[in-house]
C-alpha cells in the first residue's frame, strides 16, 4: 500500500522523484520540484525508507503549484524553516499511520523529529496546532483525497 500511495502521488502531482544508489541524502528541491532518495536498499527497512520517502513528499506539497506553503526565505535554522520541517514530519507519520506500515522505531524517530523542531519553536505557542493543520492538507493532497 505504502508503495501505491507514493506512485499516486507523484503521477498525480507531477513531481519528480529519483532514486540515486550509493547516496545517503534525502532532500526535496522546490526550484527543480523532484524528490531525491537513497535507493530502499540502502535503509534498514523498508519502513524507514517509506517514513523518509513520505517526509520528503510532503515537502513537495508545499509547492507554489501545490499548497504553496514553502517560502524562499526558509533558510536552515530560521522560524519558516522549523515549522516546514515540523509539518512535514506529521504529515509523513500520518500517511505512515494510513498506510498501515507505522513501526515503533519511525513512530519513535519521528517523535524525536518532532520534539526538536518544537524545541526550536518554543515563542511560538501555537506551532504545532499551526503544523498539524498544515500536515493534515499535505496528507489529503498525498492521498489524493478532495478537500471539498
Known sequence: MAQ???NGYVTRSGVK???IEGSNQAYYKPSADRITLPVIGQ????EEYYSTAFHEVAHSTGHKTRLDR???TAAFGTGDYSREELTAEIAASMVMNVAGI???QTFENSVAYIKSWVSKLREDV???VTASGKAQKATDLILGVNAE
Open 4 to 6: 501505491d500511495i507514493l
Open 17 to 19: 522523484l529519483e532514486h
Open 43 to 46: 535503509f534498514e527497512s523498508a
Open 70 to 72: 514553502i517560502t524562499e
Open 102 to 104: 507505522e513501526l515503533p
Open 126 to 128: 501555537k506551532a504545532i
